[in-house]
């Protein structure tokens, strides 16, 4: 089983920060997706990469997906207190029922 | 829009006890699965179902058990609930295999003790 690691765990900054979240694999994704999570909620999907390269930007946040398919990172431009929540990443299995492998996630505070 | 409904949100249960997590949705999805989330343990997979009547197990399947019948319905059991089976519970559906977006219910907070 793919292992995913995200780091770092947990994240506290002031609002107007840059922040950087971090997925990595041992072996290379098939596709890999992006979730937050609000406390009390499920997941919510934010983006999902495919190609190797590939640059996804949604509004303040950017997500990059490494050449060689084994690294991930988001990126949020100017903090605010609303991004507060549980940033997860997951592989999706293809023909396994499109079955997702989580990381542990990174827990983000945006304080005001 | 229902999405995906997952009852009850919350129960405790004593330990030996059993109960079924309901799931439900409403959006003619064929892959369903039970998700559980521990505290800095991101979620893992239990069970998934690719369609009605076929069910595979996940990454934690033991102390478990699913059926799919329907399309809409993918409960889960838990037989002789132990205080390891604390967590809270998530069910998604998803549309097809591949690059598709989960959907995910608001989940079931369960006690055991």
């Known amino acids: 089983t793919q292992l995913l690691e995200q780091s770092p765990q947990f994240l506290s900054i002031q609002e107007g920060e840059n922040l950087t979240v971090y997925c990595n694999s041992s072996s290379v994704f098939s596709s890999l997706q992006w979730y937050r999570q609000e406390p009390g909620e499920g997941p919510v999907l934010l983006v999902t990469v495919v190609t190797g390269g590939e640059v996804k930007k949604l509004k303040r946040l950017t997500f990059q997906f490494g050449d060689a398919r084994k690294d991930s990172s988001l990126h949020i431009t100017a903090a605010q207190p609303g991004d507060t929540g549980l940033y997860l990443c997951a592989e999706q299995i293809y023909n396994q029922g499109g079955k997702l492998i989580f990381g542990q996630g990174t827990e983000l505070s945006v304080k005001p | 829009n229902a999405g995906v409904t997952q009852t009850p949100k919350f129960r405790i249960l004593k330990i030996g006890q059993s109960m079924t997590l309901q799931c439900t949705q409403d959006?003619?999805?064929?892959?369903m699965y039970w998700y559980r989330q521990d505290p800095g343990m991101g979620l893992k997979l239990i069970y998934y179902s690719v369609g009605a009547g076929i069910t595979d197990k996940g990454e934690v399947p033991n102390g478990y058990n699913v059926s799919r019948s329907t399309t809409e319905d993918f409960p889960l059991r838990l037989e002789l609930a132990a205080p390891s089976q604390t967590s809270v519970y998530f069910c998604a559906s998803s549309a097809r295999d591949g690059s598709t977006e989960a959907f995910f219910g608001q989940g079931t907070r369960l006690t055991v003790v």
């Open positions: 959006m003619n999805h064929n892959y």
